[in-house]
C-alpha cells in the first residue's frame, strides 16, 4: 500500500493543492445546505446527520483522501455555526480572517513545535519578535515587555495567577468582581489558592469603593483582578482608579483584557481602556476582536523578568551546553511542551492589514453595536439594557417574560435563523447580541430585528 503523502517535504505542496480544492469546494457546498447561520433541527438532528455521514469511525479499510474529505469537510461545514453570518452573534466567536486562516495552514503543513529551537527555528525566532512589539503596545514605557502565547483568556488567567503566587507564596488573597471570567476563580482553585473573593457588582462592574473596602480589610497578599470586557456585556472596570488603589495597599493588579483589550490598537477606542499598562500582568485575545483562528491569546507583562517562574529544564530539550552556547530555551515560554506557531498567524495578519487595517476593523465593528442599539432603542417591541460598551448589545421584547425570552432563543437555533447569547442582568433575563463580523450591514441588522419581530409575535 503506498503510504498517504505529506503535507511538508518537497513534494508537499503538490500534494495540498488538489486537497485543498476539494476542501474548499466542499466548505461551500456544506454551506449551501445549510443556508443560515446554524443547521436546522437542533441537537439531535445535527448528531444524527454526523452518525449518518461518518459511518465507521474506524473502517478496515480506508476511502481515500478525496473522499474522506469531502464528506466530512462538508459535514462540518453543513453543521457548522459559523460566525461569518451576519445572524450568528452569539458569543466571542469571532469569524476568521481568510489571511488568518491561510497562515494557519502554512503552519499546519510545516508542524513546528514551540517546545525546542531545533524543532521551530524560523517560528521561535517570529514568535519573539511579535511578543514582544504587541507587550511593547500595552507597555509603551516599561524597558523589557515580552508576552507568551497562549491558547486564550483561560490560559493566560490562570498564568497570571501562577505568577502572582510564585511572587507572594501559597496564602495568595485573589480579590475580583462577580463580573469576571469564571477562569479567575477556577485558577486559584487549580494552583491550590484560597478560594477566590467574589466582590459584588450589581451595576455589571467593579466599584473603586468596594475594591477599597475589600483591601482594607484583607490581609496580604492580594492580587486583583480587573476586567476589561465582560463576558456577558462587554463593560470595562474603571482601570486607573482599581489600579491606585492596588498601589496605594500594596497589591498586585491584573486586568483580563481579553475581549477589550485590542480597543488599544484604535485611536478612536483606546482611552475606553486607558490604564491597561498599570497591569502586572494582562490577558489579550486576538481570537476575539483580532479575527484570528483559535487559538491565539496572550500573557501580556511589563518587565520579561517577571516570567523567570516559568523556567523548566528537560534535558533533550534545553541543555543547558545548548542554552550556554546560544541555543534558545524556549521551555519558559508556556507550561505546554508541545504547542503550535500561533503566533505565526497574527504576525501575517498584522503584516497584511497593518495599525490602520486593524483599527478600521475595530472601529467598523463598535460602530455596528452602536447602530444595533439605537435601532432597538428605537423599536417600541425591544428594550434595550444599555448602550454598548465595546460590541456586545444587551436587549429583549418589551412585556415578555424570562422564560419567553429564552423560548425565543432556543426557537431561534432550533430553526437554524439565528445564534443569539443569554445573560441575567439587573434581575431579568437578556438576549445578547456580540458583534464581531465587520462585514455585517446595516440591512444585515435589520434583517435581524425584523425577524425577531416575527418570531415575538408566533
Not at 101 to 125: C, E, I, K, R, Y
Not at 217 to 240: E, K, R
Not at 420 to 430: E, F, P, V
Request: charged share 15%; hydrophobic share 40%.
Amino acid at each position: 500500500m503506498t503510504p498517504s503523502p505529506l503535507a511538508g517535504g518537497p513534494t508537499g505542496t503538490e500534494a495540498l493543492r488538489p486537497l485543498l480544492d476539494t476542501v474548499l469546494e466542499a466548505l461551500h457546498s456544506g454551506a449551501r445546505e445549510r443556508g443560515g447561520p446554524i443547521p436546522a433541527g437542533g441537537p439531535h438532528t445535527v448528531t444524527a446527520r454526523v452518525e449518518a455521514a461518518l459511518g465507521d469511525v474506524l473502517p478496515d479499510h480506508g476511502t481515500g483522501d478525496h473522499e474522506a474529505l469531502r464528506t466530512l469537510v462538508h459535514t462540518l461545514a453543513a453543521g457548522a455555526a459559523d460566525p461569518a453570518d451576519p445572524l450568528c452573534a452569539a458569543h466571542l466567536q469571532c469569524p476568521p480572517l481568510a489571511v488568518a486562516a491561510a497562515a494557519d495552514l502554512a503552519a499546519g503543513a510545516l508542524n513546528p513545535s514551540l517546545d525546542s529551537w531545533d524543532q521551530a527555528p524560523a517560528a521561535s525566532a517570529l514568535e519573539s519578535l511579535l511578543t514582544r512589539t504587541l507587550a511593547a503596545e500595552f507597555y509603551p514605557h516599561a524597558p523589557h515587555p515580552d508576552a507568551l502565547v497562549t491558547t486564550g483568556g483561560t490560559e493566560a488567567n490562570q498564568l497570571a495567577l501562577l505568577l502572582a503566587r510564585e511572587r507572594h507564596g501559597p496564602h495568595l488573597t485573589v480579590l475580583h468582581g462577580a463580573n469576571a471570567h469564571h477562569s479567575v476563580p477556577r485558577a486559584a482553585w487549580l494552583l491550590g489558592l484560597p478560594p477566590a473573593t467574589a466582590l459584588p457588582t450589581p451595576t455589571g462592574t467593579l466599584d473603586p469603593t468596594t475594591l477599597a473596602r475589600a483591601l482594607a480589610t484583607t490581609p496580604g497578599p492580594v492580587l486583583v483582578t480587573a476586567t476589561a470586557g465582560t463576558t456577558d456585556a462587554g463593560l470595562v472596570d474603571p482601570l486607573t482608579p482599581i489600579a491606585d488603589l492596588c498601589d496605594h495597599h500594596g497589591a498586585d493588579l491584573h486586568i483580563d483584557a481579553a475581549y477589550g483589550g485590542l480597543l488599544a490598537l484604535s485611536p478612536r477606542h483606546r482611552a475606553e481602556v486607558s490604564g491597561l499598562h498599570r497591569a502586572r500582568s494582562l490577558t489579550i485575545d486576538l481570537h476575539k476582536l483580532g479575527w484570528q483562528p483559535v487559538a491565539a491569546g496572550l500573557l501580556a507583562v511589563p518587565d520579561t523578568t517577571l516570567l523567570t517562574p516559568l523556567a523548566h529544564q528537560a534535558d533533550y530539550l534545553n541543555a543547558t551546553d545548548d542554552t550556554e552556547a546560544g541555543l534558545p530555551d524556549l521551555l519558559g515560554r508556556s507550561l505546554r511542551t508541545t504547542r503550535r506557531p500561533d503566533a505565526f498567524k497574527i504576525a501575517t495578519t498584522l503584516r497584511a492589514l497593518g495599525r490602520d487595517g486593524i483599527a478600521h476593523l475595530i472601529d467598523r465593528t463598535c460602530d455596528l453595536a452602536h447602530h444595533f442599539a439605537r435601532l432597538l432603542d428605537a423599536h417600541p417591541r425591544f428594550e434595550l439594557h444599555s448602550a454598548p460598551t465595546i460590541s456586545t448589545v444587551l436587549f429583549r421584547p418589551t412585556h415578555a417574560d424570562d422564560n419567553q425570552v429564552a423560548a425565543l432563543r432556543r426557537t431561534l437555533l432550533h430553526e437554524g435563523r439565528a445564534v443569539l447569547g443569554r445573560t441575567h442582568t439587573a434581575g431579568r433575563l437578556w438576549l445578547k447580541a456580540t458583534l464581531l463580523n465587520p462585514h455585517t450591514t446595516a440591512a444585515d441588522l435589520d434583517t435581524l430585528i425584523a425577524l425577531l419581530e416575527g418570531s415575538t409575535h408566533r
